[in-house]
């Protein structure tokens, strides 16, 4: 496959690119060798790093910058020339104050230099320019600019011959060629293999509470969506027919479902849109009706809300590549994710193990990793290679759950076109942690899904007190036992150890 040949030396892939708090990490050059195939480049590292068999030669002909010193020691990189004074700004600089222009200025710009050719033609820059002027009113036609282009061509004749991508010669930069890497690579095959959840078939709800809810551990649940129709059900040609012409929530802009899946069978981006509409089953009931919430779920006490509760469901979909990059559930919540077709590649870090490149703010606000999921699988995942605390992590298949308790962070890559249904709820076994989470002082920013924010624990702990007189009380009082039962472990160690000397009292 030519666009294999020559590709990079993947072990040396270990740049950083959006992620200004972890400058301290090693900084290595990304460095290829033009006259080596993969093949050879895989005998070599022993890490097999492989592009899919769609991906396109590289945008533009950028190369990384090891190269620069590596390959080709002594040329000029065109980037810096083209850009002018410009070019001690980062890459990322450049690229956000291009995102401050619009189209026509764009197209103007990527003719002042081979340099600026590049950085105007950067892909995601015109996707926010098709997202913002046409929302969900496009017609995906194989990259962003060809469909802003085939969209308002009236006016944009000029940027037409844009459209046949020139190959610049000598333009090194590690953050573009990384952006059209992370677009184009196969999950590595050893980013699959561990295979550590517990998986569980055919228990019963007490044994789900004991074994997994109460001590807020995932498992994957195996035969419980037996029943739904939607397992023998959901193809795209079912969903297309029934959903007819309503659209859906797709990152920021609605969308009908066929333009969706033009989009998803031809994008090649590190980020891929993803469907994920909270009021699939308001907008279209006959889904609402072909699934049901696992019996293990059916405590939902959020339900007091009624239409006032937060946004709690989903109907997920991705083309494989597509997901979620880590992040903790809203409210405090524990969630369910049903895979209804496709699988999906999960990683799992319990609440007090911050995965790697994950950088969450003090007050808890900000629960997102910066990086894309595959620049998290390719700089940081063999991080958790060594630790004791490994991630949990699994692939779930069609007909599968998992059980994401409240409080983990989670990533999730579809590994191909995948359909799930994913609720948040609150039962009985972590109900004093959403309540403790709703009344943060910041709640303002912390608590999400719903409009009415600040209000949201006043109003919940009034409801619940309502319709299930006693119950908080009851569990204030079983969590202070608890907690002094825990307390009493530790003065029991205490008592039969010393503790200057770290050593047992007993002796034989
Ligand atoms: O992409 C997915 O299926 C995972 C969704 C998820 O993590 C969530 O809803 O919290």
Redesign the pocket.
Known sequence: MSTCKNLLLASMLRNKRRNSKSKSRKRKLIHQNPERTLEEEEEDDGEGFKLKTSAPSREHGVQPLGNLYFVNPGTVNVRNTGLGNLQILTDELVLDILGLLDTTHLGVLSSVSKSFYVFANHEPLWRNLVLEKLKGEFLFNGSWKSTYVATCNQKLQFLKSGESVLKIRDFYSDYLFQSWLCANLEMKPEWLERDNVIRVRGISVEEFITRFEEPNKPVLLEGCLDDWPAIEKWSRDYLNKVVGDVEFAVGPVEMKLEKYFRYSDSVREERPLYLFDPKFAEKVPVLDSEYDVPVYFKEDLFGVLGKERPDYR?I?IGPSGS??SF?I?PNSTS?W?AVITGS?KWVLFPPDVVPPGVHPSPDGAEVACPVSIMEWFMNFYSDTKNWTKKPIECICKAGEVMF?PNGWW?L?INLEESI?I?QNYVSRRNLLNVLEFLKKPNAKELVSGTTDRENLHEKFKKAIEEAYPGTIDDLEKKAEEAKIAEEQKVTFWDSVSDSKAGAFKFSF
């Open positions: 989903w997920i997901g979620s992040h559930d969630a994710n999906k994401v989670h999730v799930a994913t």
